[in-house]
């Protein structure tokens, strides 16, 4: 199938010599696509490809052909709308995890295929970290909690730097963290208060269980399976299942982990009301630092804050405004001018003030 380079990803085996105006192909028939070639087409200024229809893995190539026009003009297949796509993950999730359940297995590839149309969006509007909140229901939390890690994940690795094949991982990864949740009793899943002591050891081994569900799978990474049975540790030492701390945590591991959390204390749960992106990661700073990498949290920081002049926001207190000036040491602070008054607030001064919300 033909597909535009832009939609290429890692693993994709071409299917008909790539020639870029030379003698021989620049890339030959059958050659497993990685980021020197990408380089490469960029180079040679080649806007489409033909490939096979499955990854060198095996896995069917989850991407957008290119669709032909009467008179044989080119035009790339819609998607649809964003939250539409994430709503039919969120559908498909569900059914799943009913699945695991009853005792099922975990069918990555299937997770994955659908994962996929939905992540090449995120990249494409990588506002949809605003949203995400927004959309999130307590009665469902632990599905829009795992499809919206995986999103975080894979917004984070590409800031921290990860290749595309690192960032896919991931995000497959952060959408199976809580599948051991299946096996948690429903009276727990379900409990709208505090959990017992013995209600708390439980669900503490839940990455275990999700870990057990993966660790014979061929289509992730050891260390992509290690970071989900590490997702809950901490660089202190005070996660769990075991504790571990420091160096004894992959990089992989804490993409994770910040992703959780800052999803899980976003998003609406069944005993207390989701927070502001802003104000999560605010907390993060304060009550959690020496927990979570340094340079991630700088990168989750730069992706929530640091919004361009004139982005209309909501306050916490519920009133309109628009961004005015961002200080590079306040990213999740700027000034602000409010609409209906023009009164200018400099919120790294109104301390009791933050941004509740970024109108798209």
Known sequence: MKVNVQDLIEGCRVAEDIMGLTTYPIIKKGTELGPIHFEALKAFNIQQVEIFSKLADGTQAEVDPVREEAGGASVISEDPPLQKQYMELIHYYKDVFNNWQSGGKVDIVALKSRLMPLLRQAAKDENIIYQLHGWSQAKYYIAHHSVSTAIISYLLAKKAGYDQGGCIQLAVSGILTDTGMAKMPMSILKKSGALTQDEAKEIRKHPLYSYQYVMDSPLLRNEMKAAILQHHERLDGSGYPKGSRGKEISKSSQVLALADVFHAMTSARLYRAKKSP?????????????????????????????????????????????????????????????????????????????????IS
Do not use: C, N
């Open 278 to 358: 802003f104000k999560a990661l605010e907390l993060i700073w304060e009550d959690e630092m020496g927990k979570f990498d340094i340079a991630l949290l700088r990168a989750l920081q730069e992706m929530v804050g640091g919004l361009a002049t004139g982005t209309r926001v909501i306050l916490s207190d519920d009133r309109p405004a628009e961004v005015i000036f961002t200080q590079p040491q306040h990213l999740l602070r700027p000034m602000v001018k409010l609409a209906d008054s023009g009164e200018m607030i400099d919120l790294t001064k109104e301390r009791k003030l933050y941004i509740e919300q970024v």
